[in-house]
């Protein structure tokens, strides 16, 4: 736009600024190329997540193949013709049921299915009650009974042991007997409209049942065994990378900054896991008996343990904050207490790691008892170095008054701050409550070992068959030579 100005008169001309061809043909150059990039960037992501956890792949495959199973009643015309209109319903059972883990998928089906029954058959049993009544009293009856059902039923979904096992079942009651209900107000055929409802939906729940436990099955008893056995690592990983930044010690295995954070702060998936933990282990109930696990395996004591940790996890985050403390001790006495810190350090980690052992391997170690022995020593030593501090190290404060010639307070200024012990006397603490977790931890395993009927180590096979051939030359001595 361009403006001009006289005396005699003044006018305002336009000027259009036409864009070019080019101009155009390279925004929409820009957006194509911005689209194409984004796309690749969603597929590189995806790509990456496939390597990381294949089993999310897999379970994509096993629904495809359900779903194309299912869809098989409606592409073959005898399937069609024995489920009718209603094969809808597998196709939603199949969607809404198939899970990541066989104990959810059965957890799911079984459910439903049970929820589906008992909605239909006293919907059916309501609906004949309400039509011996009359006309003018069937609504009423019907609305009555749909009322007093589905608040009952919503209510349940409250109590605790309702919701952990049944939640999914109680909905798809309310949700079945209310459509029951009220479509046989209107219609004559109830009876077979539920026959095949149920039909289809035994259906469904079939096909995701069998799918899931026969095509690559995905265990939730194995996934919360893997867990609890790979936080107690993760426990370890964190102690020792805590402690060791404390004494600013890189030569226990962490080659770099970057692997020593994330193994310290590997202890917040430990305290971040009780949701996961709590639903693998509902969902394992609902399993099988499959591999080293019996359909009666204790997996509550697997929670109990779980609690456990985190409240060794919750220690190792009060430890961990230390490192970031504006209060921090000397470092010749740091010095001082560093060997004792770091046996404590090194022999809780080893129990930790016997524990992890132990729980994967489902078998009771021969050097758990021993470990813990030598974790409790090197406690009592950290404890009775805390408590001596040599004269040395106090000659080594720095005075703060050297100007001062009477004894008596050149000796007082000469005594280390207590500010300067505080930090010392909070690490020991902190080692003496982890440790003490520790050893409840152990009494878990320990009660969990009897319970599920951990098998014997090798150590101990060889120990028992040593000492079985001892008792065999010891009641058949050898005959004395004859002349």
Known sequence: MRISTGRESSRVVFEKKHSSPRTKDQRGRGLVGGLVARVQKFLEKAWALAVLEPKKVILGIKVGIALSLVSLFYCMRPLYDGVG??????????????????????????????????????????????????????????????????????????????KARFDYGAMIFILTFSLVSISGYRLDKLVGMAHQRLSTIAIGTSLCILISMFVSPIWAGDELHQLIHGNMEKLAESLEGCVANYFKDNQSGHPSEKDNSNKTQAYKCVLNSKATEESMANFARWEPAHGPFNFWHPWKEYLKIGA??????CCIEALSGCLNSEMQATEHLKEYLKEASMAVCFHSCNVLRELSMSVKTMTNSSKLQLSLGEMNFALQELQNALK????????????????????????????????????LATLVSLLTEITARIEETVDGVVKLAELAEFKASNEEKIAQNQSASKDQSSDNPSCEAEP
């Open 388 to 423: 001596s501090l040599p004269t040395q190290l106090i000659l080594q404060q720095p005075l703060a008054d050297e100007s001062n010639e009477n004894k008596s307070t050149t000796t007082k200024e000469r005594a280390p701050p207590v500010i300067g012990v505080i930090p």
């Open 85 to 162: 209109g209603n094969a809808m319903w597998a196709v939603m059972t199949v969607v809404v049921v198939f899970e990541h883990t066989v104990g959810a998928t059965l957890c799911k089906s079984i459910n439903r299915a049970t929820g589906t029954f008992l909605a239909g058959l006293l919907g059916i049993g309501v609906h004949w009650v309400a039509s011996q009544s009359g006309e003018k009293l069937e609504p009423v009856i019907l609305g009555i009974s749909v009322f007093i059902l589905a608040s009952a039923a919503t209510f349940s979904r409250f109590m605790p042991s309702v």
């Open 308 to 313: 456990l940790l985190r409240n060794c996890a």
